[in-house]
T-cell receptor, first 114, second 114 residues
Framework: KAGVTQTPRYLIKTRGQQVTLSCSPI?????VSWYQQTPGQGLQFLFE???????NKGNFPGRFSGRQFSNSRSEMNVSTLELGDSALYLC?????????????FGSGTRLTVV | AQSVTQLGSHVSVSEGALVLLRCNYS??????LFWYVQYPNQGLQLLLK??????LVKGINGFEAEFKKSETSFHLTKPSAHMSDAAEYFC????????????FGPGTRLSVLP
């Protein structure tokens, strides 16, 4: 079956702009989590959605937001981009919540802010 | 709260040599433990997981890990390294909750020398 699909793969934006990233989970998976990966901070949890509801949120400013649709697809949005937002953004899905069984990750979206 | 440490941000081994990547965790409850591998410009792939069954866990690509409660460790091993094993490896711990309770270690980059 198809894996977790993230689009776009690469993105270049200018400071102050906003960006929307998309994630399509594995069919049947209802939980979608987002992570930010940078060389300095490693993998940091952004938020998790389950059945269109945000179930948990990491320690990121309000410029980072997300949502989940009825088909479990998820989007995350970053407004007023800063240079420090340059990172690999990873989406992960699981059937009900990956904490006990592990997540399946997408290939990520590489965001570069200039 | 959970935490993970991985001793050695970079490990080099010769092809055919034993691979040993170290992971120690901290958790106030019985943990769920995972190893993921990440190849350049890719997402994370689940190698193996410990979910309170057998303490010796076998994963994909010939990797295995042993859960040692007394040492709070979950080290990853492979008897004979292959060039294709060169990648970054992440250990993760969860308390079985959601999202934010799934914590990654800083990662260890494995280089395999010919």
């Amino acid at each position: 079956k198809a894996g977790v699909t993230q689009t776009p793969r690469y993105l270049i934006k200018t400071r102050g702009q906003q960006v929307t990233l998309s994630c399509s989970p594995i069919s049947g998976h209802r939980s979608v989590s987002w992570y930010q990966q940078t060389p300095g901070q490693g993998l940091q949890f952004l938020f998790e959605y389950f059945s269109e509801t945000q179930r948990n949120k990491g320690n990121f400013p309000g410029r980072f937001s997300g949502r989940q649709f009825s088909n479990s697809r998820s989007e995350m949005n970053v407004s007023t981009l800063e240079l420090g937002d340059s990172a690999l953004y990873l989406c992960a899905s699981s059937q009900v919540g990956g904490d006990r069984y592990g997540y399946t990750f997408g290939s990520g979206t590489r965001l570069t802010v200039v | 709260a959970q935490s993970v440490t991985q001793l050695g941000s970079h490990v080099s081994v010769s092809e055919g040599a034993l691979v040993l990547l170290r992971c120690n965790y901290s958790s106030s409850v019985p943990p769920y433990l995972f190893w993921y591998v990440q190849y350049p410009n890719q997402g994370l792939q689940l190698l193996l997981k410990y979910t309170s069954a057998a303490t010796l866990v076998k994963g994909i690509n010939g990797f295995e890990a042993e859960f040692k409660k007394s040492e709070t460790s979950f080290h990853l091993t492979k008897p004979s390294a292959h060039m294709s094993d060169a990648a970054e490896y992440f250990c993760a711990v969860s308390d079985g909750g959601y999202g934010q309770n799934f914590v990654f270690g800083p990662g260890t980059r494995l280089s395999v020398l010919p």
